[in-house]
């Protein structure tokens, strides 16, 4: 049984609708603005190539010999709240033994710098190396006894998981037509594994916490894009297959698998000014131990609700604010994210 927080769903909610109403209050002003005769009509703003989607590994592609550098920060908070029944039941309601309440918050602090490199217009290559810090309380309370509440912290930091990989646009649309992009990226296993930690023989909770997943890791993706001036509507669909690997205290472990979609709009409120909502899912499949499931096994359905804004400082520098609020029991209640990307160099797309 988890416990959420409420709070943060009606406060996205509520800036939810927010930003829809100023969407179309902008949308409404546009249409309604008449066009003198025999003036010329503006250029359509192109604003496929102009947003910055703050989502990562959205928008077009890097343009040819151009650098984008990608500094990043990243905090998320979860919560959750387990009973346990040690004991027997003789009618229904009616519990013999003791009643376990374990409540246990995480907090995760991601700091990374991240590389993009256009080899061509239509071919990106991508690189990203972050740091992890976690800290994580939790206490247990058994209800049936006197005894006090037993409070236990583990923390970690140490290098996360590198990942690098490549994106290439499958098509040159005309103006206003739908974006095909295809990725695939490696994940590396440079991080301390969930296998690889000490733990607790009396509580059973590691005394240091893991910083990656500790497993190589493969995933392929495709992206569409569709331009509406002045709004970019985009979605894709991926598929993380972890590579099996054994440790020397457990054996070969096969970790699930992760089948993830996300889908949303980006909108541009002025030249320098736009905001993103969007919606993404996955699905983590169970984990084997020695091809047998483990006893505790089961999928894990992580939904989330993404707000953000972009903002242009300059040509070459813009910065990013993203919220996501966890909509499912097993997504985090909260996390936060701002990035710094920052180009130079580079050839014209023209």
């Given amino acids: 049984m988890y416990a959420k927080n409420g709070r943060v769903f009606r406060g996205l909610a509520l800036f939810s609708v927010l930003l829809l109403r100023a969407a179309t209050a902008q949308a409404v002003q546009s249409e309604s603005r008449p066009e003198t005769v025999g003036e010329r009509p503006e250029a359509p703003n192109q604003s496929y190539r102009e947003i910055e989607t703050i989502f990562e590994r959205q928008g077009v592609l890097t343009p040819r010999k151009r650098v984008v550098l990608d500094l990043s920060h990243q905090y998320s908070y979860s919560s959750s709240t387990r009973v346990a029944l040690l004991g027997y039941t003789i009618i229904p309601a009616i519990t013999v033994g003791l009643i376990d309440v374990r409540s246990v918050s995480r907090h995760t602090y991601i700091g990374a710098l991240s590389g993009r490199y256009g080899i061509t217009n239509r071919l990106e290559l991508e690189a990203k190396v972050p740091y992890v810090v976690r800290d994580d309380l939790a206490s247990a309370q058994p209800l049936a006894t006197a005894a006090p509440d037993e409070v236990f912290n583990s923390y970690g930091n140490s290098l996360g998981d590198v990942e690098f990989g490549l994106r290439y646009q499958l098509n040159m649309p005309q103006a206003g037509g739908h974006i095909f992009i295809a990725g695939l990226r490696a994940k590396s296993d440079t991080g301390r594994g969930p296998f690889e930690v000490p733990v607790d023989p009396q509580t059973s909770l590691p005394t240091k916490l893991a910083t990656g997943s500790g497993f190589w890791a493969v995933q392929p993706s495709l992206t569409v894009i569709f331009p509406s001036d002045p709004a970019v509507f985009f979605g894709s669909v991926s598929y993380l297959y972890n590579i099996d690997r054994s440790f020397p205290d457990f054996g070969k472990v096969e970790p699930g698998n992760t089948i993830g979609a996300n889908f949303g709009i980006g909108y541009a409120i002025n030249e320098k000014t736009s905001?993103?909502?969007?919606?993404?899912?996955?699905?983590?499949?169970?984990?084997?131990?020695?091809?047998?499931?483990?006893?505790?096994?089961?999928?894990?359905?992580?939904?989330?609700?993404?707000?953000?804004?972009?903002y242009r400082i300059s040509p070459n520098l813009n910065f990013n604010l993203s919220l996501s609020g966890g909509l499912t029991e097993d997504a985090p209640d909260v996390q936060i994210s701002f990035r710094l990307p920052f180009s130079f160099g580079g050839v014209s797309r023209r």
Avoid at 280 to 292: D, F, N, S
Wanted: glycine share 12%.
């Fill in 275 to 310: 905001f993103s909502l969007g919606y993404e899912h996955a699905v983590v499949q169970k984990t084997k131990l020695r091809g047998t499931l483990l006893a505790n096994a089961r999928s894990a359905f992580l939904g989330s609700l993404l707000i953000g804004v972009s």
